[in-house]
Protein backbone atom coordinates (compact mmCIF):
# COMPACT_ATOMS: atom_id res chain seq x y z
CA UNK A 1 0.00 0.00 0.00
CA UNK A 2 1.14 4.08 -0.71
CA UNK A 3 1.24 5.49 2.47
CA UNK A 4 2.05 9.01 1.04
CA UNK A 5 0.31 11.76 2.72
CA UNK A 6 -0.24 9.22 5.75
CA UNK A 7 -3.04 7.45 3.56
CA UNK A 8 -4.14 4.39 4.78
CA UNK A 9 -1.87 3.88 7.60
CA UNK A 10 -3.04 2.27 11.08
CA UNK A 11 -3.52 4.21 14.17
CA UNK A 12 -2.32 2.70 17.32
CA UNK A 13 -3.98 2.27 20.85
CA UNK A 14 -1.40 4.66 21.80
CA UNK A 15 -1.63 7.10 19.43
CA UNK A 16 -5.17 7.46 19.77
CA UNK A 17 -5.08 7.57 23.18
CA UNK A 18 -2.87 10.71 23.73
CA UNK A 19 -5.58 12.83 22.70
CA UNK A 20 -7.91 11.07 25.11
CA UNK A 21 -9.78 8.94 22.45
CA UNK A 22 -10.98 5.76 23.07
CA UNK A 23 -9.14 3.47 20.65
CA UNK A 24 -12.92 2.04 19.60
CA UNK A 25 -13.77 4.97 18.77
CA UNK A 26 -10.59 4.73 15.82
CA UNK A 27 -12.43 1.39 14.68
CA UNK A 28 -13.41 2.93 11.38
CA UNK A 29 -10.96 5.56 11.01
CA UNK A 30 -8.67 2.13 10.66
CA UNK A 31 -10.67 0.54 8.31
CA UNK A 32 -9.92 0.05 4.73
CA UNK A 33 -13.04 1.56 3.93
CA UNK A 34 -11.99 4.88 5.00
CA UNK A 35 -9.20 5.00 2.29
CA UNK A 36 -11.46 6.73 -0.10
CA UNK A 37 -12.25 10.14 2.56
CA UNK A 38 -8.44 9.61 2.96
CA UNK A 39 -7.74 10.06 -0.49
CA UNK A 40 -10.74 12.78 -0.64
CA UNK A 41 -9.13 15.14 2.01
CA UNK A 42 -5.89 15.36 -0.03
CA UNK A 43 -7.08 15.44 -3.32
CA UNK A 44 -9.30 18.74 -1.71
CA UNK A 45 -6.21 20.50 -0.77
CA UNK A 46 -4.06 19.72 -3.90
CA UNK A 47 -6.83 21.49 -5.61
CA UNK A 48 -7.85 24.45 -3.77
CA UNK A 49 -4.17 25.34 -3.11
CA UNK A 50 -3.67 25.15 -6.96
CA UNK A 51 -6.73 27.47 -7.76
CA UNK A 52 -6.23 29.71 -4.95
CA UNK A 53 -9.39 31.07 -5.15
CA UNK A 54 -12.65 30.39 -4.09
CA UNK A 55 -14.82 27.37 -5.92
CA UNK A 56 -18.13 26.06 -6.39
CA UNK A 57 -19.45 22.93 -4.97
CA UNK A 58 -19.37 21.71 -8.60
CA UNK A 59 -15.85 22.75 -9.28
CA UNK A 60 -14.42 21.35 -5.81
CA UNK A 61 -16.46 18.07 -6.97
CA UNK A 62 -15.00 17.91 -10.46
CA UNK A 63 -11.56 18.80 -9.39
CA UNK A 64 -10.70 17.07 -6.46
CA UNK A 65 -12.48 14.10 -8.42
CA UNK A 66 -9.69 14.41 -11.16
CA UNK A 67 -7.12 13.78 -8.80
CA UNK A 68 -4.06 10.92 -9.24
CA UNK A 69 -4.95 9.71 -6.08
CA UNK A 70 -7.98 8.18 -7.53
CA UNK A 71 -7.81 5.86 -10.87
CA UNK A 72 -9.29 5.94 -13.89
CA UNK A 73 -11.22 3.01 -12.53
CA UNK A 74 -12.58 3.94 -9.62
CA UNK A 75 -13.88 7.14 -11.74
CA UNK A 76 -15.51 4.86 -13.72
CA UNK A 77 -17.16 2.58 -11.12
CA UNK A 78 -17.06 4.25 -8.09
CA UNK A 79 -17.77 7.95 -8.97
CA UNK A 80 -20.88 8.45 -6.59
CA UNK A 81 -18.62 6.63 -3.76
CA UNK A 82 -16.51 8.94 -4.74
CA UNK A 83 -17.86 12.17 -4.19
CA UNK A 84 -19.47 11.08 -0.91
CA UNK A 85 -15.87 10.47 0.47
CA UNK A 86 -15.51 14.38 -0.85
CA UNK A 87 -18.49 14.99 1.35
CA UNK A 88 -17.34 13.54 4.25
CA UNK A 89 -13.37 14.78 3.61
CA UNK A 90 -14.67 18.39 3.68
CA UNK A 91 -16.70 17.94 7.10
CA UNK A 92 -13.11 16.82 8.51
CA UNK A 93 -11.30 19.61 6.58
CA UNK A 94 -13.75 22.04 8.29
CA UNK A 95 -13.91 20.88 11.23
CA UNK A 96 -9.71 20.74 11.43
CA UNK A 97 -9.94 24.87 10.33
CA UNK A 98 -8.51 23.87 6.85
CA UNK A 99 -11.44 25.20 4.93
CA UNK A 100 -14.07 27.55 5.61
CA UNK A 101 -17.62 27.99 3.56
CA UNK A 102 -18.32 31.29 2.32
CA UNK A 103 -22.01 30.11 1.61
CA UNK A 104 -24.24 27.00 1.12
CA UNK A 105 -21.33 26.07 -2.09
CA UNK A 106 -18.59 27.96 -2.17
CA UNK A 107 -15.65 27.01 -0.35
CA UNK A 108 -12.36 28.49 0.30
CA UNK A 109 -8.76 27.86 2.21
CA UNK A 110 -8.19 28.98 5.54
CA UNK A 111 -4.37 30.69 6.11
CA UNK A 112 -4.14 27.32 7.74
CA UNK A 113 -5.22 25.36 5.20
CA UNK A 114 -3.35 27.72 2.33
CA UNK A 115 -0.28 27.22 4.26
CA UNK A 116 -0.17 23.47 4.97
CA UNK A 117 3.04 21.70 2.93
CA UNK A 118 1.69 18.76 1.34
CA UNK A 119 4.84 17.02 1.03
CA UNK A 120 4.91 16.39 4.94
CA UNK A 121 1.08 16.05 5.39
CA UNK A 122 -0.22 13.07 6.97
CA UNK A 123 -4.16 12.97 6.93
CA UNK A 124 -4.23 11.17 10.40
CA UNK A 125 -1.98 13.70 12.49
CA UNK A 126 -3.07 17.13 10.33
CA UNK A 127 -6.90 16.53 10.29
CA UNK A 128 -8.37 13.65 11.33
CA UNK A 129 -6.28 13.64 15.16
CA UNK A 130 -8.02 17.02 15.24
CA UNK A 131 -11.36 16.79 13.91
CA UNK A 132 -12.17 13.37 15.84
CA UNK A 133 -11.03 14.76 18.60
CA UNK A 134 -13.34 17.67 18.27
CA UNK A 135 -16.12 15.43 17.63
CA UNK A 136 -15.72 13.17 20.23
CA UNK A 137 -15.45 15.74 22.73
CA UNK A 138 -18.40 17.17 21.56
CA UNK A 139 -20.81 14.17 21.62
CA UNK A 140 -19.99 13.25 25.13
CA UNK A 141 -20.23 17.00 26.65
CA UNK A 142 -23.51 19.08 27.09
CA UNK A 143 -22.28 22.10 25.11
CA UNK A 144 -25.77 22.80 23.19
CA UNK A 145 -24.45 26.01 21.81
CA UNK A 146 -20.88 24.01 20.22
CA UNK A 147 -23.19 20.86 18.91
CA UNK A 148 -25.22 24.01 16.88
CA UNK A 149 -22.35 25.28 15.28
CA UNK A 150 -20.68 21.82 14.64
CA UNK A 151 -24.63 20.76 13.13
CA UNK A 152 -24.09 23.76 10.51
CA UNK A 153 -20.85 21.57 9.12
CA UNK A 154 -22.80 18.61 8.65
CA UNK A 155 -25.34 19.95 6.84
CA UNK A 156 -23.61 19.13 3.00
CA UNK A 157 -26.26 18.54 0.27
CA UNK A 158 -25.86 14.76 0.39
CA UNK A 159 -28.13 14.90 -3.05
CA UNK A 160 -24.95 16.58 -4.73
CA UNK A 161 -23.24 13.34 -4.49
CA UNK A 162 -25.17 11.83 -7.20
CA UNK A 163 -24.27 14.57 -9.50
Do not use: C
Not at 55 to 75: C, H, Q
Not at 91 to 109: C, H, P, Q, Y
Amino acid sequence: MDYRYGIGRQISRQEATQDGIPFDELELFNSKTRLGDQKAVVAILKFLQATDKSVSWDALLKGATNDELFSDDERETNLKFIRYNIILAMRNLEVAGFTKRIDESTFTLTTKGRDVVLSTFDVWQDVYRISIVRLYHLRVSNDESEKLKYEVIFKFKIKNRDN
